[in-house]
């Protein structure tokens, strides 16, 4: 079975610059997460999608990050524009469905540094 | 604030050793998780924990849950190099749908 896929691996974009991110989850999984996780720091939840629409987005900052889910498959995060405080590894993750008693599995992720 | 806070946040020992890891939090929970990251990887499930359970083992993972405490630990006996990787709780919040992790322990096991 195919794991999460993530493109690209490494980004390095300057402040105020754009930079968006794909994430193709693990085929028949409802599920899909975008994670934030910071040098030292535990992932935080950006936002979740059930198939194409969004469960939580609470913890997305609006203002900069949009993030879409067409066809209820791959997914995109984007950041506009990018601060330094936004270097960090993006992960995407995915689970057969939402509610939290599902295992997410995790892609490999997206290490952004914004110079 | 972090849900799932755990300790230590390092933790050094040979290989053969046991290996325990804690994880306290602050609110009701639905479950538990525990996740392993290799270093620049991605998580990795390890096993999940109802709040109507009191200790679960998986290989030589054993989890317990003290809800009264609010607390988990997690043993991984007879520890491996390749053990070696940063471990992180989870907690699903008993009216949530999100998972909100700790900020880690990182385990080095030293041949």
């Known amino acids: 079975e195919a794991g999460v896929a993530q493109s690209p691996r490494y980004k390095i974009i300057e402040k105020r610059q754009s930079v968006a991110f794909w994430c193709n989850p693990i085929?028949?999984?409802?599920?899909l997460y975008w994670y934030q996780q910071i040098l030292g720091q535990g992932p935080k939840l950006l936002i979740q999608f059930q198939n194409n629409g969004v469960v939580d987005d609470s913890q997305l900052p609006k203002d900069r990050f949009s993030a879409e889910r067409l066809k209820g498959v791959d997914s995109t995060l984007k950041i506009q524009p990018a601060k330094l405080e936004d270097s960090a590894v993006y992960l995407c993750?995915?689970?057969?469905?939402?509610?939290?008693?599902?295992?997410?599995?995790f892609g490999p992720g997206t290490r952004l540094t914004v110079t | 604030s972090q849900q799932g806070e755990e300790d230590p946040q390092a933790l050094s020992i040979q290989e053969g050793e046991n290996a325990t890891m804690n994880c306290s939090y602050k609110?009701?929970?639905?479950?538990l998780q525990w996740y392993r990251q290799n270093s620049g990887r991605g998580l990795v499930h390890l096993i999940l924990?109802?709040?109507?359970?009191r200790e679960k083992h998986s290989g030589r993972l054993r989890v317990t849950l003290d809800t009264s405490k609010k607390s988990s630990s997690l043993l991984i006996t007879a520890s491996r190099a390749a053990d070696t990787a940063s471990y992180f709780c989870a907690t699903l919040r008993a009216s949530g749908s999100r998972l909100t992790f700790g900020e880690g322990t990182q385990l080095t096991v030293n041949p």
């Open positions: 993750a995915s689970s057969l469905s939402s509610g939290g008693s599902y295992e997410q599995y």
């Open positions: 085929s028949g999984h409802a599920t």
């Open positions: 609110t009701s929970i639905n479950n």
């Open positions: 924990i109802r709040s109507n359970e």
